[in-house]
């Protein structure tokens, strides 16, 4: 029997504890002597599921392309109201992008290859028909190519933009026909040993090195096949037979998760041998798969919830999702804690204001965990400004509570224990920019004026004194989210001229504000956390649990709050210390539940070796 030294090349070291992490599944096996409990100890791997970031459009019946960090879906049907669409997202690892569409709205379509050279081909269009219609993806558009030689719908699949197999599938009844891709043009292969369609393949396969396995219809099919550029070969079957299920990997590693109506069965392939591996969390099937059998996404299907994304991981490291808790409740009647502002993260933040006219003045400190009164501004008011933390924050402008129709243009600092007056602005103002920027170096941007509420598009800079203007919006908004600082903020969302809801961003440099990446849906009176390179936004006006997150170029789904609410209060400068509280609900319901964000982290797993 080889030793651990011949098989890892080193003896087995001994440590005063275990180490606190490991970076990579590669160190699955390795192992230690732990001195201060006598044990030997091991980072062992597992299979595991966990609930990501939702897909922008509920949807079944697509395939997907790429790999769990970089990866698409394309098309599908859509729920509501089951019409065919084109639609297209990008996954980044923990949340979906809205990229452009396909060309032809198809559904039942068949896609492989990466995201930055996907291939899409057959499917079904309306009225339903099958189609022949193909398109490669080139990380950005879809571009139509040479059709399929048999328009069919629910194929295996396998390889890349110039060399693809695509085999089986639906044209009157299920086919054994098999079709490879050179670029341009398709030519018949060899025919599949069993005719079917809606089977699953490894979504990473190549035209010389293909795999499929199970489907249907008029039953379901254990079969795997196995293509060699030049012929399919029986390999052993599933465990369990089954059809509509996703699949992702290779020939020699290849995962089969899921299937029609609604089993949460999963099989993991070894380049021989099928064994059933970790259920998912919710059976569905028709999903969006793809990836490599140690780490596969699973993204929609035929089951509630339909935008529901599932990741899966071979891996000593455990992922958990980033998520939103619920934290203290914060003092007061549901209704009356809309509107409020705040400053600081969510171990140490403050509440501002509010309304109806009796919370104007109302000032509470958030702890992590316990709301406390505090030292009240002298102003009463909401849809103010902040900035800050509650050691050195600042409040500005907003509505008067006692009086709905004053807008205000006082500034108050505070200093971890009373509040001071500071200047001015230049204008009264609120729902303007909130939480750009500290004490001395602060940002105000866009609003409604008085009289009327009227939109304004200037911008002004505090600069622990005074306000200066600094460069104007390209037009007006008010409403919107926002993070960041005086030279580096961010804005999304909001009401433009005429109160035309938007989900344009712009990005400011000190001096100029340029266009950023496009939301992937409005959000209003929504609260923005982090910076301009790395932002979150949640919830919003329609009192949507949405949550979006930012990297300086694209917006992409990320984890949902657990009380929609719109216009209440919530910050931070980074997402790892956001906290949103109040606000008000569906039907003017507002709720006082505070929530708080942590960020996504990976711990690995350590396991003792015993001997009895």
Same mark, same amino acid.
């Given at each position: 029997?080889?030793?651990?030294?011949?098989?890892?090349?080193?003896?087995?070291?001994?440590?005063?504890?275990?180490?606190?992490?490991?970076?990579?599944?590669?160190?699955?096996?390795?192992?230690?002597?732990?001195?201060?409990?006598?044990?030997?100890?091991?980072?062992?791997?597992?299979?595991?599921?966990?609930?990501?970031?939702?897909?922008?459009?509920?949807?079944?019946?697509?395939?997907?392309?790429?790999?769990?960090?970089?990866?698409?879906?394309?098309?599908?049907?859509?729920?509501?109201?089951?019409?065919?669409?084109?639609?297209?997202?990008?996954?980044?690892?923990?949340?979906?992008?809205?990229?452009?569409?396909?060309?032809?709205?198809?559904?039942?379509?068949?896609?492989?290859?990466?995201?930055?050279?996907?291939?899409?081909?057959?499917?079904?269009?309306?009225?339903?028909?099958?189609? /022949?219609? $193909? #398109?490669? &993806?080139? %990380?950005? !558009?879809?571009? =139509?190519?040479? +059709? *399929?030689?048999?328009? @069919?719908?629910?194929?295996?699949?396998?390889?890349?933009?110039?060399?693809?197999?695509?085999?089986?599938?639906?044209?009157?009844?299920?086919?054994?026909?098999?079709?490879?891709?050179?670029?341009?043009?398709?030519?018949?292969?060899?025919?599949?040993?069993?005719?079917?369609?809606?089977?699953?393949?490894?979504?990473?396969?190549?035209?010389?090195?293909?795999?499929?396995?199970?489907?249907?219809?008029?039953?379901?099919? /254990?079969? $795997? #096949?196995? &293509?060699? %550029?030049? !012929?399919?070969? =029986?390999?052993? +079957? *599933?465990?369990?037979? @089954?059809?509509?299920?996703?699949?992702?990997?290779?020939?020699?590693?290849?995962?089969?998760?899921?299937?029609?109506?609604?089993?949460?069965?999963?099989?993991?392939?070894?380049?021989?041998?099928?064994?059933?591996?970790?259920?998912?969390?919710?059976?569905?099937?028709?999903?969006?798969?793809?990836?490599?059998?140690?780490?596969?996404?699973?993204?929609?299907?035929?089951?509630?919830?339909?935008?529901?994304?599932?990741?899966?991981?071979?891996?000593?490291?455990?992922?958990?999702?980033?998520?939103?808790?619920?934290?203290?409740?914060?003092?007061?009647?549901?209704?009356?804690?809309?509107?409020?502002?705040?400053?600081?993260?969510?171990?140490?933040?403050?509440?501002?204001?509010?309304?109806?006219?009796?919370?104007?003045?109302?000032?509470?400190?958030?702890?992590?965990?316990?709301?406390?009164?505090?030292?009240?501004?002298?102003?009463?008011?909401?849809?103010?400004?902040?900035?800050?933390?509650?050691?050195?924050?600042?409040?500005?402008?907003?509505?008067?509570?006692?009086?709905?129709?004053?807008?205000?243009?006082?500034?108050?600092?505070?200093?971890?224990?009373?509040?001071?007056?500071?200047?001015?602005?230049?204008?009264?103002?609120?729902?303007?920019?909130?939480?750009?920027?500290?004490?001395?170096?602060?940002?105000?941007?866009?609003?409604?004026?008085?009289?009327?509420?009227?939109?304004?598009?200037?911008?002004?800079?505090?600069?622990?004194?005074?306000?200066?203007?600094?460069?104007?919006?390209?037009?007006?908004?008010?409403?919107?989210?926002?993070?960041?600082?005086?030279?580096?903020?961010?804005?999304?969302?909001?009401?433009?001229?005429?109160?035309?809801?938007?989900?344009?961003?712009?990005?400011?440099?000190?001096?100029?504000?340029?266009?950023?990446?496009?939301?992937?849906?409005?959000?209003?009176?929504?609260?923005?956390?982090?910076?301009?390179?790395?932002?979150?936004?949640?919830?919003?006006?329609?009192?949507?649990?949405?949550?979006?997150?930012?990297?300086?170029?694209?917006?992409?789904?990320?984890?949902?709050?657990?009380?929609?609410?719109?216009?209440?209060?919530?910050?931070?400068?980074?997402?790892?210390?956001?906290?949103?509280?109040?606000?008000?609900?569906?039907?003017?319901?507002?709720?006082?539940?505070?929530?708080?964000?942590?960020?996504?982290?990976?711990?690995?797993?350590?396991?003792?070796?015993?001997?009895?």
């Amino acid at each position: 029997m080889a030793t651990y030294r011949e098989i890892k090349g080193l003896n087995v070291s001994s440590i005063s504890a275990d180490p606190p992490t490991a970076s990579a599944a590669s160190q699955a096996g390795e192992v230690w002597y732990n001195s201060s409990t006598g044990k030997l100890k091991v980072f062992t791997a597992f299979d595991t599921w966990s609930t990501s970031a939702p897909i922008n459009t509920a949807r079944q019946s697509q395939y997907g392309a790429g790999l769990s960090t970089a990866g698409l879906i394309a098309g599908g049907t859509l729920f509501p109201p089951g019409a065919f669409t084109g639609a297209t997202e990008e996954y980044n690892g923990s949340g979906w992008i809205t990229s452009n569409a396909l060309t032809t709205p198809r559904t039942n379509n068949t896609s492989a290859g990466i995201i930055t050279a996907a291939i899409c081909a057959g499917g079904r269009t309306p009225p339903p028909a099958s189609t /022949a219609v $193909t #398109e490669t &993806y080139d %990380g950005s !558009s879809w571009t =139509e190519v040479g +059709d *399929l030689g048999t328009a @069919r719908y629910d194929c295996g699949a396998g390889g890349t933009t110039t060399a693809a197999i695509w085999a089986g599938g639906f044209i009157t009844a299920a086919s054994a026909l098999s079709e490879e891709y050179n670029g341009t043009a398709w030519t018949e292969g060899s025919d599949i040993n069993q005719a079917r369609a809606a089977m699953g393949y490894a979504n990473q396969g190549t035209q010389t090195a293909a795999l499929i396995f199970g489907g249907g219809p008029g039953g379901a099919y /254990a079969q $795997t #096949e196995l &293509y060699n %550029g030049t !012929s399919w070969t =029986e390999q052993n +079957d *599933l465990n369990t037979a @089954r059809q509509a299920g996703s699949g992702a990997g290779t020939s020699t590693f290849a995962l089969y998760y899921g299937s029609g109506p609604a089993q949460a069965l999963v099989e993991l392939y070894d380049g021989s041998s099928w064994s059933e591996t970790t259920n998912m969390s919710t059976g569905r099937g028709d999903a969006g798969g793809f990836g490599l059998a140690d780490a596969a996404i699973c993204a929609g299907g035929n089951q509630s919830p339909k935008t529901q994304t599932e990741e899966f991981a071979h891996s000593i490291l455990t992922y958990t999702p980033g998520s939103w808790a619920t934290g203290g409740t914060i003092p007061g009647t549901n209704y009356a804690q809309q509107e409020r502002g705040t400053l600081g993260t969510k171990d140490s933040t403050l509440s501002i204001g509010g309304s109806p006219a009796p919370l104007g003045l109302n000032t509470l400190e958030y702890d992590g965990s316990t709301w406390t009164s505090i030292n009240n501004i002298s102003v009463k008011s909401y849809y103010g400004g902040m900035a800050g933390t509650t050691s050195a924050g600042m409040k500005w402008g907003g509505v008067n509570a006692a009086d709905s129709s004053n807008l205000d243009d006082a500034t108050e600092e505070y200093d971890g224990t009373n509040w001071s007056n500071g200047g001015d602005l230049s204008q009264v103002v609120a729902k303007m920019a909130c939480g750009m920027g500290t004490q001395t170096a602060a940002l105000s941007a866009g609003g409604e004026t008085d009289p009327s509420y009227t939109d304004t598009l200037k911008v002004e800079e505090y600069n622990g004194a005074s306000w200066a203007e600094g460069g104007d919006l390209p037009a007006t908004r008010y409403q919107a989210s926002y993070m960041g600082t005086q030279t580096a903020g961010l804005g999304v969302g909001g009401y433009l001229t005429g109160d035309a809801a938007t989900l344009t961003s712009l990005e400011y440099d000190g001096s100029t504000w340029t266009s950023g990446g496009d939301a992937n849906e409005v959000i209003n009176g929504g609260k923005g956390f982090g910076t301009q390179a790395d932002g979150m936004i949640a919830a919003g006006n329609a009192a949507t649990t949405t949550s979006q997150t930012y990297d300086g170029t694209a917006w992409a789904t990320g984890a949902s709050i657990n009380t929609g609410r719109g216009n209440g209060g919530g910050g931070s400068t980074t997402a790892a210390g956001a906290v949103f509280f109040s606000g008000v609900g569906p039907g003017g319901v507002g709720p006082n539940a505070t929530e708080q964000y942590s960020v996504a982290s990976s711990a690995a797993t350590v396991s003792s070796i015993d001997f009895d």
